[in-house]
């Protein structure tokens, strides 16, 4: 049985993957994971039942029974549309504090593992190349300058309308990248065997066109 290729692609905040990760698997016609989410359902959920954010074994059951679907472009989240309300700094600062809980991460596995479907998946994150698809065939730590990914997600920010101040969101970047790269389980890493793709002065098309070379040569 031949397994379902997986292209992992993981990198700091604000980075470009999941922009660079859906239009990879656009093109490919792959299946697209985008495990932050998950990280982020489970931030929103907690906080809603009120859990605190240092208690690791309460958030695993609660990460475990979390009832998750995505469908058409929207995220359910035990039935009610959430897609919107993930995507807050709030929703994401707590997100990765905790995800460096082993339980939470342990509760996510299986539903990341469903994700690989034929004809392929796409997915993006943290520890996709080195804990979930180990054995991905092609492995890219996407990055860029922690300036170029402040004034990307600034001006994500003003195109939706929402105010924000560029050294605060530089700031928060660099606190997150320290949390996320310095936690015990499932650091930010670069992979054995994963490519570097430093994306400061690139385009989205020229990013997505890289990916998509370095996947072709592999798959040939
Ligand atoms: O949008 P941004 O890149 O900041 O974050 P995200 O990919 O939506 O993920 C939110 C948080 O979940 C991150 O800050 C990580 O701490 C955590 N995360 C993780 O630990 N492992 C993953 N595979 C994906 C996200």
Do not use: C
Request: charged residues 25%.
């Amino acid at each position: 049985m031949t397994l379902v290729p997986v292209i992992a692609i993981d990198g700091p905040t604000a980075s470009g993957k999941g922009t660079v990760a859906s239009l990879v698997a656009e093109q490919l016609g792959f299946h697209y994971l985008d495990s932050g989410a998950l990280y982020r359902l489970v931030a929103l959920a907690s906080e809603k039942e009120g859990i605190d954010v240092k208690n690791g074994p309460e958030l695993g059951v609660l990460a475990e029974k979390l009832s998750i679907s995505f469908e058409k472009g929207q995220i359910l989240l035990n039935g009610a549309d959430v897609t919107e309300a993930i995507r807050s700094e709030a929703i994401g600062l707590r997100a990765s504090t905790l995800a460096t809980h082993p339980e939470v991460r342990r509760a996510l596995v299986g539903l990341q593992h469903a994700f690989r479907k034929a004809p392929g998946l796409v997915a993006d994150g943290r520890d996709m190349a080195s804990v979930i698809f180990p054995d991905a065939i092609v492995k890219v730590f996407l990055t860029a300058t922690a300036e170029a990914r402040a004034e990307r997600r600034y001006k994500q920010l003003i195109a939706k309308g929402i105010s924000a101040k560029l050294e605060d969101l530089l700031r928060d970047l660099q606190e997150r990248d320290a949390r996320d790269s310095s936690r015990g389980t499932a650091p930010l890493l670069i992979a054995e065997g994963a490519q570097v793709l430093e994306t400061s002065d690139l385009s989205v098309d020229q990013a997505v066109k890289t990916v998509l070379d370095w996947y072709r040569s592999k798959a040939a």
